[in-house]
């Protein structure tokens, strides 16, 4: 398998998170699909590391890998306090930016 | 003490008197010590200017300070200019200020004195300011002083500011002058570009030198005599002079016989050289004097007003000096200027006297005076006499000169005109001595609140004015008409212009005729004054709506006006303001519709950054490859 059926993969896995962002009206939806959008990040960059013989792409994700958690555990708190204050986790009720 | 240095004492003395005035306040509030300090200054002024004149010896003295620097040489001097023009003139300013000053101590006597000091200090600037017209040595002092003559005439005829019809006529008199005096300052400022000097003796010498160029001086001695036909109250710009008989009366004998309507007169006698170039000009200048004579001689006829008969008089003889000028014969013309001044300041303190004593200005309030005021009926008739042009009165020489230089100039035009206003001139004025001093009095004239007291002739401040006037324009009567006329020198070239044997007769007999017809009229009773009167029916009607010129202004300008305000009105409200209305509108509603697009909601701006960041890879795609 060369690089290019990684990087399709990748691509993949990154639609699939963007659609599931834009389209999911729960917050936790929203967050499952940015991890999965970081998680085609981390395809890409070990697969590039892979193939030129750089290990610098995999130390990236490993501390890409690192800070996503501490992403999900703050996402995962803002959105409980959310829930407390609007007694909601819905996002379309979540509009107080508009103009 | 040359001639020189005695003018400008003469011109120093009443602008001191004003100074002390303005700035003294107490001295000004006091009233009659404030008037003999501005006497004082006028009388010193008045002998200065006598010696200046008899002793000047024929040699141009100018004194003159640098003013206004320039590169090279200054770019103005003031200073005074002494030649046999302004010293016979400083003369008649002077005499005619300080006799004015005397008189109005006596007619303002029932002013208070605050009233009465504001009135001195606006004398005394007034006389100044004639005097530094008169000596000016260069054109830009000139002007200015002619604006302070103008600003003083507005002061002294609104003095009795709180009567509206003062103040409207101060007004009137300051923006019709004001209209001339633009003129005035352009003809002024071109002739700087084109000769590159202010002098009046550096001009004087480029046109002997035929150094000046022709081309555009039309233009600029037109301009010129615009300031003059304001100040000199020649049609159409004479409207403000009946209107400024609103002032006191001694103020109206000061601006008819010495200052104001003199100064436009003056200057073009001052400047007659430079108009001489100008042949085309000085036919209009004479064509205008003659008509604004004869229109001014037929609205004396109608007036009823005392003043008002005088006072179109004065714009009638002021048409016949310009007549003169115009017919290339300045000298002439200034020469009535000077006898004119004594007449006329002479007739306008007489009536001044009348009114005094009658307290009306209308001639069906008066008759039969001359029983009441002796005196006064004898120093008026000898007025009247000499405007009608008399021999052995002032103004017979003086009138003669002008008719003569007028046909010697080919002016048959003008010269019927003129021949016409003898007459009318005549007429009118016997119709108001006939009026006012002869005849019955009427039944009503004794009924006034201040009855007691007023009835003889005048106390001696305004009995000596009047007699010296009275005696002086005897004395230059009887010596123009033996001798000649010793007041002004004739220049070389211009003496020889022997009038036709007939005209002297001729001018005499159309004045007796007038008399003539007046006495018929109005003392004899044989022609009826009002079948007189409905034989000129249509223009006796126009002449008492003042030919519809005042009217014409006021609608023309009214008009005019209004028509302009409405429309810098509907431009700003709808121009202006609509511009700004539409970019505001349109800024509020394009905010309206694009704050649409902020939802507030991230899956949106998830959407957009989504879509925005596809369309750059697609343009990125195409563009880059």
Known sequence: MGLQAYLILAAVVFGIGLFGVMTRRNTIGILLGIELMLNAVNINLVAFARFSGSEVGMIFTVFAICITVAEAAMGLAIVILLFRIRRTVMADHLDLLKG | ?625
């Open chain 2, 1 to 625: 003490m040359n001639s020189g240095l005695l003018t400008l004492v003469a011109l120093l003395a009443p602008v001191s008197a004003f100074l002390v005035l303005a700035v003294v306040a107490p001295l000004r509030r006091a009233g009659r010590p404030g008037a003999y300090f501005s006497i004082l200054g006028a009388a010193v002024s008045l002998g200065a200017a006598v010696t200046a004149w008899r002793t000047y010896d024929g040699a141009i003295t100018r004194l003159a300070w640098d003013w206004l620097p320039s590169e090279g040489r200054p770019l103005a001097t003031v200073g005074v200019l002494a030649d046999e023009t302004s010293t016979v003139m400083l003369v008649l300013v002077a005499l005619v200020a300080f006799l004015v000053q005397v008189y109005s101590l006596s007619y303002l006597s029932d002013e208070p004195p605050q009233g009465l000091g504001r009135y001195y200090t606006y004398q005394s600037l007034f006389a100044f300011s004639m005097m530094g017209l008169v000596l000016a040595p260069n054109l830009l002092q000139l002007f200015i002083c002619w604006e302070l003559v103008g600003l003083c005439s507005y002061l002294l005829i609104g003095y009795w500011y709180q009567k509206p019809e003062a103040a409207r006529a101060a007004v009137k008199a300051f923006w019709t002058t004001k209209a001339g005096d633009v003129g005035l300052l352009i003809g002024i400022v071109m002739l700087w570009k084109l000769a590159g000097t202010f002098d009046l003796g550096e001009l004087r010498a480029m046109v002997t030198a035929n150094q000046l160029p022709l081309a555009g001086l039309s233009i600029i001695t037109f301009c010129i005599y615009l300031g003059a036909m304001g100040k000199s109250a020649q049609f159409p710009l004479h409207v403000w002079l009946p209107d400024a008989m609103e002032g006191p009366t001694p103020v109206s004998a000061l601006i008819h016989a010495a200052t104001m309507v003199t100064a436009g007169v003056y200057l073009l006698h001052r400047t007659s050289w430079l108009f001489a170039l100008t042949p085309d000009v000085l036919v209009i200048v004479a064509w205008i004097g003659a008509f604004t004579a004869l229109l001014a001689a037929v609205l004396a006829c109608v007036q009823d007003d005392i003043k008002r008969v005088l006072a179109y008089s004065t714009v009638s003889q002021l048409g016949y000096m310009m007549a003169a000028i115009g017919a290339g014969f300045s000298t002439a013309g200034f020469f009535h200027l000077l006898t004119h001044g004594l007449f006329k300041a002479l007739l306008f303190l007489g009536a001044g006297a009348v009114i005094h004593a009658v307290h009306s200005n209308d001639l069906s309030h008066m008759g039969g005076l001359a029983k009441r005021m002796p005196q006064t009926a004898t120093v008026f008739i000898i007025g009247t006499l000499s405007l009608a042009g008399i021999p052995l009165f002032a103004g017979f020489l003086s009138k003669e000169e002008i008719l003569g230089s007028v046909w010697e100039g080919g002016l048959v035009g003008p010269f019927a005109l003129l021949m016409l206003v003898a007459f009318l001139t005549a007429f009118y004025m016997f119709r108001v001595v006939f009026l006012a001093f002869f005849g019955a009095a009427p039944a009503h004239a004794h009924t006034g609140p201040h009855e007691s007291g007023h009835h003889g002739d005048p106390p001696a401040p305004m009995m000596l004015p009047l007699w010296t006037l009275a005696l002086l324009s005897l004395a230059v009567g009887v010596y123009s008409t033996f001798i000649g006329p010793g007041l002004v020198a004739v220049p070389e070239g211009a003496a020889e212009h022997a009038a036709p044997g007939w005209l002297t007769p001729a001018a005499v007999g159309v004045a007796l005729a007038g008399i003539g017809l007046a006495w018929l009229t109005y003392q004899r009773g044989t022609i009826n004054a009002a079948s007189l009167a409905s034989m000129f029916g249509p223009i006796r009607q126009a002449a008492l709506a003042k030919f519809w010129i005042d009217d014409l202004f006021e609608g023309v300008l009214a008009a005019g006006t209004l028509a302009f305000s409405r429309l810098v009105g509907w431009i700003d409200r709808y121009l202006v303001d609509g511009v700004l209305n539409v970019v505001s509108a349109w800024t509020v509603t394009t905010g309206d519709e694009m704050r649409s697009i902020q939802t507030g909601r991230a899956q949106d701006y998830v959407y957009g950054l989504a879509v925005g960041l596809l369309l750059l890879l697609v343009w990125a795609r195409w563009s880059l490859t």
